[in-house]
């Protein structure tokens, strides 16, 4: 080989160390900053709902519950029972980084509707115990341990599953498993389709680039910290092997989930379902842009499926 060969030789090397070197760190700042339940968020996957948890609280009745998980962390939940004898509960999921607390509008809708409501501290969220976060679908495993807790202590109730952004992916991973028969609907708002497609759209929202093979290194990590892989994390396989009922919601103008991933999502589910998207809403104004129409949609649907 001759010395300008060489020379090229170890250019090329050294570039491609340098090239998977770089990505191995970016990629493993972006694991530690969406995934690790440790971080400081400030702006990215940051959750907007608000706080009314200690207003309504002072209103009610509750409990905080905590059971072991299947991986053996603690994790917490508000419960509010409701003598109105309809025999329903309502488990609510909140989204990415938020907690129970900022559910406290849904839980009261739901209450005023007359059912009982379980609302939900994701792993590694609120009360909850857990280092990385499970992106809903850890999370899935955590719901049908509450769905459990339920049916042990509530026997002949029906079960209604409510989430919103990764709590929906909760709510609708859980629907894809073999569930008990009095587990009757699903209601998903603003859910994505996969923890990959939805963390590849934040790096690109991030970094405004396309992530490529970085992506690939974020799983891989992802893998050995968080033990679950990103891509197998998907809504989308969930919802096909559904057998309830779902109905989707979302925003119109959401550029933290792409609207797209509704109709995927929608398109791929194999049960009854029907798709509510709200004109003009992002993804902090789903509710609030129209609450009248939000709540007699999921008024009309519970109303519709949970007799059947």
Same mark, same amino acid.
């Given at each position: 080989?001759s010395k300008?060969c060489?020379? @090229?030789?170890?250019?090329l =090397?050294?570039?491609t160390?340098?090239? /998977?070197v $770089? $990505?191995y760190?970016?990629?493993n700042?972006?694991?530690?900053?969406t995934?690790?339940?440790?971080?400081?968020?400030?702006t990215i996957?940051?959750?907007?709902?608000?706080?009314?948890w #200690?207003s309504?609280?002072t209103e009610?009745e509750y409990?905080?519950i905590?059971?072991?998980?299947?991986?053996d962390?603690? =994790?917490h939940s508000?419960?509010?029972?409701?003598?109105?004898g309809k025999n329903?509960?309502?488990?609510?999921?909140?989204d !990415?980084?938020?907690?129970?607390n900022?559910m406290?509008?849904?839980?009261?809708?739901?209450?005023?509707?007359g059912? *009982?409501? /379980?609302? =939900?501290?994701?792993r590694?969220?609120?009360?909850?115990?857990?280092?990385?976060y $499970?992106m809903?679908w850890?999370?899935?495993?955590?719901?049908?341990?509450? &769905?459990?807790?339920?049916?042990?202590? !509530?026997?002949?109730?029906e079960i209604?599953? !409510?989430?919103v952004g990764?709590g929906?992916?909760?709510?609708m991973?859980?629907?894809?498993e073999?569930l008990?028969?009095?587990?009757?609907l699903?209601i998903?708002?603003?859910?994505y389709t996969?923890? !990959?497609?939805?963390?590849?759209?934040?790096?690109?929202?991030k970094?405004h680039?396309s992530?490529?093979f970085l992506m #690939?290194?974020?799983?891989?990590?992802?893998?050995l910290?968080?033990?679950?892989?990103?891509?197998?994390?998907?809504?989308?396989?969930?919802?096909a092997?559904a057998? &309830?009922?779902? =109905?989707?919601?979302?925003?119109?103008?959401?550029?933290?989930?792409?609207?797209k991933?509704?109709h995927?999502?929608y398109?791929?589910?194999?049960?009854?379902?029907? /798709?509510?998207?709200?004109?003009?809403?992002?993804?902090?104004?789903?509710?609030? *842009?129209d *609450?009248?129409?939000?709540?007699?949609?999921?008024s009309?649907? @519970?109303q519709?499926?949970l #007799?059947?």
């Open positions: 080989m300008f060489k020379i @090229i030789v170890i250019i =090397l050294s570039l160390i340098i090239v /998977l $770089g $990505g760190l970016v990629s700042h972006f694991f530690h900053e995934i690790n339940a440790n971080t400081h968020r400030n996957l940051q959750s907007n709902q608000k706080d009314d #200690d309504w609280s009610i409990r905080e905590n059971i072991q998980s299947f991986d962390l603690i =994790l508000y419960l509010i029972e409701n003598n109105t329903v509960w309502v488990i609510i999921c909140h !990415y980084s938020g907690n129970a900022q406290a509008d849904a839980g009261k809708a739901f209450h005023s509707m059912y *009982s409501v /379980l609302l =939900l501290n994701a590694g969220h609120g009360k909850s115990e857990g280092e990385y $499970g809903g850890l999370d899935r495993l955590d719901v049908i341990s509450w &769905i459990d807790y339920i049916n042990e202590r !509530y026997p002949d109730q209604i599953l !409510y989430g990764m929906a992916v909760s709510v991973s859980a629907a894809g073999d008990p028969t009095n587990v009757k699903v998903e708002d603003s859910g996969s923890a !990959y497609s939805q963390l590849a759209h934040q790096f690109n929202q970094y680039f992530p490529f #690939d290194f974020t799983n891989f990590i992802n893998s910290y968080a033990k679950y892989d990103l891509k197998e994390a998907s809504a989308l396989k969930q919802v092997n057998s &309830i009922p779902i =109905l989707f919601i979302h925003g119109e103008n959401d550029n933290f989930t792409p609207v991933m509704a995927s999502l398109e791929a589910a194999a049960s009854e379902k029907e /798709l509510f998207i709200i004109s003009g809403a992002n993804h902090d104004t789903v509710i609030s *842009s *609450s009248k129409l939000y709540w007699s949609t999921i009309s649907f @519970i519709k499926y #007799d059947k």
